[in-house]
């Protein structure tokens, strides 16, 4: 009997992704679909390279937008010093060249006070007055004199050529007061002041808008506000070192280091994302803060895309997995009989495909059949056949596991599929099955005594004889011997 059909059936996935075991215990040679392990190639890598883009790229755009953000801070807080600085040098530029007149540094106050009077507004100033060298000072606009030698801005401004005071309060508003030294013959006559409203850079800091939503303050080295959304913290003169439940570290590094800072500051129990500008000029600090919950809101949205997208893309895999799982399962049912648990008629064929072209090795085909089996169905019921059944092909699996496959290919007749195995060992290990079914007969209390026929045909190395011919040949010897065997009894 031959199971052999010329038409070779397409491969199934399956069979690309198991592999054949049938094959791998004799490291045989099998020509694969190129078509499906390229498939399979391109799935798993693009749900690799895909899950990598998605974990990599997002991480990396979150980190592009921290990124973003910061230097955001950074590039205001330094437009901010910029314009600062601008703004407070040329209040110097035209205080110093007011010094370059006689009229000044001749110190005579009557022609101080006319050249000066009414001239404040006129350059920006509040008010502009000159301080000698022995403290006194003359507000000619408000026609006042003034006693500032117990006042430490007394010895700030002799000390310094150029001075910026800290801010403080008069009746028109808070103040801060740049200074320039008046020289004659290089020697110190006194000091040119022009006092400066607040107000005019709290004006500068509302041209200004964070990237985030937060707060933006102007500071002093004591940490007093000068610049604040809350203008009573400024009138009050608060500190933020002083404020409840706050961690103001970062702020005392800035000024301690004279340097720039971007970190984390706790304020009034709230955690701020900080950026801080230190003001060399004016010894004062731009702090920037954004609410971390809102900073994090956003991050983690990010966070929750990449996770979202990648969970996506998992699912996906153990989908594909699972109708893997699902092939091999199929494979399983086709590949293996049912009853005997051996290779089935698929399996076997799917052997001899791919043996075909195999020309550099001998393959021996053996064909086996139950004596009688037809009458212990009869008389002992299909239950017994069964077992017999499954005590023949665990004896065949037995004797052959080293040397061949053992498939099943229908009823009671079984093939095995041997690679480079001699022909004595083929005939000696059918002989052995023979003799292990007697043994069986006794220790598994079989009804009837059990026995087999087989046959056998082998293509020696470099035929190219075709394998169907072969298991024609092999059946047909398997006929013979049981022919000769039932002479053999009627004798």
Avoid at 82 to 111: A, V
Avoid at 135 to 142: K, Q
Avoid at 362 to 382: A, E, M, P, R, W
Wanted: proline letters at 1%; a negative charge; charged letters at 25%.
């Amino acid at each position: 009997m031959c199971f052999y059909e010329n038409v070779r059936r397409e491969r199934p996935l399956w069979f690309v992704l198991l592999g054949d075991k049938l094959m791998k215990r004799y490291k045989i040679k099998r020509s694969l679909r190129k078509q499906d392990s390229i498939i399979l190639f391109v799935l798993i890598s693009l749900f690799t390279i895909l899950t990598l883009v998605v974990a990599i790229g997002t991480r990396g755009y979150k980190d592009k937008q921290i990124n973003l953000i910061c230097n955001s801070m950074s590039i205001l807080g330094n437009n901010q010093k910029d314009q600062f600085q601008q703004f407070i040098n040329n209040k110097i530029t035209i205080l110093e060249g007011l010094t370059q007149y006689p009229e000044i540094y001749e110190m005579n106050r009557q022609e101080q006070e006319s050249f000066l009077k009414g001239k404040a507004e006129k350059f920006g100033f509040n008010h502009i007055f000159v301080v000698g060298n022995e403290g006194i000072g003359f507000y000619f606009d408000e026609n006042t004199i003034a006693d500032h030698r117990e006042e430490p801005f007394y010895y700030d401004i002799m000390e310094h050529d150029t001075f910026i005071t800290e801010p403080f309060i008069m009746e028109d508003g808070i103040i801060t007061t740049v200074s320039v030294s008046i020289y004659r013959d290089n020697k110190k006559q006194g000091v040119l002041c022009g006092a400066v409203l607040l107000d005019e850079i709290a004006n500068m800091f509302a041209e200004y808008e964070l990237v985030m939503e937060g707060k933006m303050f102007l500071i002093n080295r004591r940490g007093h506000y000068l610049v604040a959304d809350d203008e009573t913290k400024v009138t009050n003169q608060v500190s933020i070192f002083q404020e409840k439940n706050s961690d103001t570290t970062l702020i005392k590094e800035a000024f301690a280091d004279k340097k720039d800072k971007l970190g984390n500051m706790v304020l009034n129990g709230r955690k701020w994302k900080t950026h801080i500008t230190y003001l060399p000029g004016f010894d004062w600090s731009i702090v920037q803060c954004i609410d971390s919950k809102m900073f994090s809101k956003d991050m983690n949205y990010y966070d929750l895309w990449r996770n979202g997208s990648v969970t996506i893309i998992l699912l996906i895999i153990l989908c594909v997995i699972r109708i893997i799982l699902h092939w091999h399962r199929s494979a399983a049912k086709i590949n293996i009989d049912t009853l005997t648990k051996c290779n089935s008629r698929v399996a076997m064929q799917e052997l001899i495909e791919d043996l075909e072209q195999e020309y550099d090795k001998s393959i021996t085909i053996v064909f086996f059949d139950l004596n009688k089996f037809k009458q212990v169905n009869d008389v002992y019921g299909h239950d017994e056949g069964d077992r017999i059944l499954c005590t023949f092909s665990a004896v065949l699996m037995d004797t052959y596991k080293d040397y061949a496959q053992i498939g099943r290919i229908g009823g009671d007749e079984f093939v095995a599929i041997a690679v480079d195995v001699e022909e004595e060992k083929i005939i000696q290990l059918a002989m052995q099955v023979n003799q292990k079914l007697q043994e069986k007969e006794e220790e598994l209390k079989l009804p009837c005594e059990v026995s087999t026929s087989y046959g056998y045909a082998s293509r020696k190395k470099g035929s190219k004889y075709m394998l169907s011919e072969i298991m024609k040949l092999a059946d047909e010897s398997m006929y013979r011997y049981k022919e000769e065997m039932h002479k053999q009894i009627k004798m």
